[in-house]
């Protein structure tokens, strides 16, 4: 951020090739933000951080983080490895550690820090996570609720914006954690934590009530008539005996038998399972906001936090919304820990007097690509291309005739959905169309729905309780007169994860729009370009590999086609 101005957001995993780059600094984001602001190191005032570390810093008697942990030793059974795991975080959030870590990634690529400046202000993560929200969301007030696996010793918190405060009016603190109880039914169910949780989210549409689930899931959590309204039982989670996985107990294997192996197929049982937990966190999260809103004006509602990633969860709280429990409905795209870096970007220009909202029109603020470049990677890698007078219209083509494209345009979104810069498009008008897209690149498992874009002028043709919603976060249901007709973008239960597009992304708008006059459909398959277990593609280079390692159709790149029976030369290119 410049001067109260936001001009760049980039995450590490685009750079470094790795997916959410676990416990990695990120040098090569900030290289990209500096560079593309043209700014150097030595202009930078402060380097905001969303995480509290002065919690961590020693003390005698021990950090406050420390004591904090002690006491819920004192409360609950923890094995050894928690206890590790404890200590390890303890000694990563030292203050110290992280700005040598830091200054030491940043010099890996060519960034020298001073010792004067810029310095590293800290702030509490779930302020960042509120911050991100209210100040994105274009409310000059309103409620915001932020729900993770943990922030310091916070795992939900309920804020007040106004103007240019944030204030927090209620706090549950370890270990009563929803993302901390997500994240061990997602390890349970055999896919990653920290990274799955949107399976998990995907499985649970096929799931069934069962009440003997019920009974045990009862002892996990449920509701209760206290401050915060819910409660999560430790002991199934972090707290005990850990002999199968790292985020679930023996306590809870006793209870339902063994986890499933990532190798086996998922069977009814893992979707009944995830039906449950699906249940549970939505019953929470509304059973909490119900009671602490209704003490309160009504007002709007902004929501943050890895647990706002779930898009089934934000339907419902949308359906509250209409039914009167607060007024307008921001969700922040950026709700991963991601986006914390931005709410402390924030945080801090208010702290040095440049503070100002920033409403959230669109995510396209990384790396982009001119077509010299792009044409310069293209000879280079000896593929035959074509340049095209009209990118749309080629697009709109090959989409109707049912072929699978690679799209690739313009700055690349931030977050973790495709947005239509950096996307795969296909014809939601056949399954087949869907089973394409994961038999030519994806091979994601069948069961998992994909997204769409839509034109918003559109929308309430298609959804019902339709709205403006450009950001993929959260999911709507398909009328029952358009489901048939779009098979490949509705989920088993009914529900699209759209976006909706405007002319703020006048290229995919235009898409829409001619694939609209061929097939009278204005909305198109969009999920993510990048191959398996991959961040986005970030450069010409990764779209082009990615494309010639897969089977798409085409790859539209800037103003060029490629396609796989491609019949036009190079030397077309003018
Ligand atoms: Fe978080």
Known sequence: ???????????????????TAVNRYPAHAVKFCLEYGGIDITEVTSIAFGWNAQKYAFVSGGSQMEQFYDSLSKIYSKDVKTLASEKEILLRFQPERIESTLFQALSEVGIRVSKKSPTIQYFSHHHCHAASAFFCS??????????????????LALWEGRGSQIQITERVELPNSLGWLYSC??????????????????LAAYGRPDTNLERVFDKVTGLVESFP??????????????????????????????????????????????YQLQKRLEDAVLSFLRHTLAKRPKNNLCLAGGVALNCKLNRVLATEQKEGLFEGFFIQPLSSDAGTA???????????????????????????????????????????????SSVATEAAQLLSEGSVVAWFQGRAEAGPRALGNRSILANPTSSRHAEAVNLKLKRREPWRPFGSSMLLDAADDILIRSEAAPFMIQSFLVKDSFRKQIPAVVHIDGSTRPQTV???????HEILEKFRDLTGMPLVLNTSFNG???????????????????????????????????????????
Not at 355 to 372: I, M
Not at 549 to 555: E, I, P, V
Request: charged share 30%; aromatic share 12%.
């Open 229 to 274: 309204f819910y409660r999560v039982d430790p002991n199934y989670i972090f707290y005990g005996r850990h002999s199968y996985g790292r985020r679930f107990t023996d306590k809870l294997v006793t209870e339902l038998g063994a986890p499933r192996e990532p190798c086996f197929e998922v069977d009814q049982v893992s979707a009944d399972i995830a």
């Open 342 to 388: 931005l709410g402390a970007a924030l945080l801090e220009n208010y702290r040095i007097g440049l503070g100002r909202h920033v409403p959230l029109k669109h995510l396209y603020w990384g790396p982009n690509f001119s077509n010299d470049e792009i044409s310069g990677v293209l000879r280079k890698s000896g593929v035959k291309y074509n340049r095209v």
């Open 1 to 19: 951020m410049r001067d109260g101005e936001l001009l760049a957001f980039a995450e590490e995993e685009r750079f470094v090739r790795e997916k």
């Open 138 to 155: 274009g409310f000059a007030s309103s409620s915001i609720l932020t729900i993770d696996g943990s922030g310091e010793e916070t795992c």
């Open 185 to 202: 039914f997602t390890e349970y169910l055999g896919f990653r934590p920290y990274r799955d949780e949107g399976k998990v989210m995907a």
């Open 502 to 508: 405007t002319r703020e992304n006048e290229l995919l």
């Open 532 to 574: 398996l277990n991959e961040p986005l593609v970030n450069t010409p280079d990764e779209a082009i590999e990615t494309y010639l390692g897969s089977d798409l159709d085409a790859l539209i790149i800037g103003e060029f086609v490629i396609k796989r029976n491609g019949t036009s030369p190079s030397d077309l290119d003018s």
